[in-house]
């Protein structure tokens, strides 16, 4: 069974830094759209970050781009999301999702509906 486990939230200050991971199991982690997405209390889940594993190809969302960057380390399955200049505004609960052939999220790579598997999340907290 495909699972994914996201770690390294935490609280931090503006401008601060935090590295999460995602960490994946259950499929062959070289042919993947892998994207990272947040959901802040009473907001929809939106995209920020996604990579394609077979060419590894990535995708931000605006509000991150120059900030984030979203790597991934195939022999070790796992795919990383580096925030640095963090704002208060990236506050949220953060979710590693997996989308595995036959591809959906290949064209709409941070659109939430297209992903088939979601990890737990984990709290990324950005104080002022």
């Known amino acids: 069974e495909v699972q994914l486990v996201e770690s390294g939230g935490g609280l931090v200050q503006a401008g601060g830094s935090l590295r999460l991971s995602c960490v994946a199991s259950?499929?062959?982690?070289?042919?993947?759209?892998i994207g990272w997405f947040r959901q802040a209390p009473g907001k929809e889940r939106e995209g920020v970050s996604c990579?394609?594993?077979?060419?590894?190809?990535?995708y931000y969302a605006n509000s991150v781009k120059g900030r984030f960057t979203i790597s991934s380390d195939n022999a070790k399955n796992t795919v990383y999301l580096q925030m640095n200049s963090l704002k208060p505004e990236d506050t949220a609960v953060y979710y590693c999702?997996?989308?595995?052939?036959?591809?959906?999220?290949?064209?709409?790579?941070?659109?939430?509906?297209?992903?088939?598997?979601w990890g737990q999340g984990t709290q990324v907290t950005v104080s002022s």
């Open positions: 259950g499929f062959t982690f070289d042919d993947y759209v």
């Open positions: 999702a997996a989308d595995i052939p036959p591809f959906r999220a290949f064209y709409g790579p941070l659109r939430t509906n297209l992903y088939d598997y």
């Open positions: 990579i394609k594993g077979r060419e590894g190809s990535t």
